[in-house]
């Protein structure tokens, strides 16, 4: 089982340091929720985000939609053998449960995670399709207790295919880890935990592409039917 972690995502509710802002009070009137219920993100509260600590990796929840379609449609995932984290840059971990197709629309997207965030502290299971609890990324990582584990950066190693895949097509319960951010690298708080940091590009490619990348070369090399 591969299990796919989307790091340091970008997706969290509106943070409450902003909640006074103009275009965060225009939100709030015209979705008629609450901050605490609503996606940041940038195309909405750019303004609003400009004081905000690390603003560049935050606010993209379409960039994290786009990279779960990628994953949830690849062969590996439709045939149950790997498993889809999202760790948002609040240290809030999203499971999709296995074999689950979230919704295509990116506005049914938006809907579902406002509700599963907006009610993470009700301790409540809103949703068949995705869980969430409040971790860290260390204790995420003690609990899939993977043999192996490769994160994807630019500012990797840049190393041949098979370099990369020989480590871990061998596994029994490896992890691949992505960025789920627009710009930037990840904190040291994910690099400390990888075991290998590759880069498979030299241009700064979307989350969806290298993921999509990455996968493609892992199914080739495993028993998948491509």
């Not at 940041?40 to 786009?66: C, F, Y």
């Amino acid at each position: 089982m591969l299990n796919l972690l989307i790091a340091e995502s970008a997706l969290e509710t509106i943070p409450q340091d902003i909640w006074h802002e103009k275009n965060i009070i225009s939100s709030i009137k015209k979705r008629q929720k609450k901050p605490s219920e609503i996606l940041l993100d940038r195309s909405l509260h750019h303004r609003a985000m400009l004081n905000l600590e690390d603003a560049h990796k935050r606010g993209r929840p379409d960039l994290i939609h786009t990279t779960i379609l990628a994953s949830t449609s690849t062969p590996l995932y439709l045939q149950k053998k790997m498993q889809i984290y999202i760790h948002t840059y609040t240290s809030k971990v999203l499971k999709i449960n296995l074999g689950v197709r979230p919704p295509k629309s990116y506005f049914r997207f938006q809907g579902l995670i406002e509700q599963i965030l907006g009610h993470i502290d009700r301790k409540q299971t809103l949703s068949p399709l995705i869980t969430v609890q409040q971790m860290e990324f260390s204790d995420l990582i003690e609990e899939i207790n993977p043999d192996i584990i490769i994160g994807f950066s630019r500012s990797g190693k840049s190393l041949p295919i098979k370099s990369w895949l020989d480590r871990c097509v061998n596994a029994i319960n490896p992890v691949f880890i992505i960025g789920g951010f627009p710009k930037g690298c990840f904190s040291n708080a994910i690099i400390k935990n990888l075991d290998l940091l590759v880069s498979i590009h030299n241009l700064p490619l979307e989350a969806h592409v290298v993921t999509s990348r990455i996968l493609y070369e892992y199914e080739k090399s495993v028993t998948v039917d491509l």
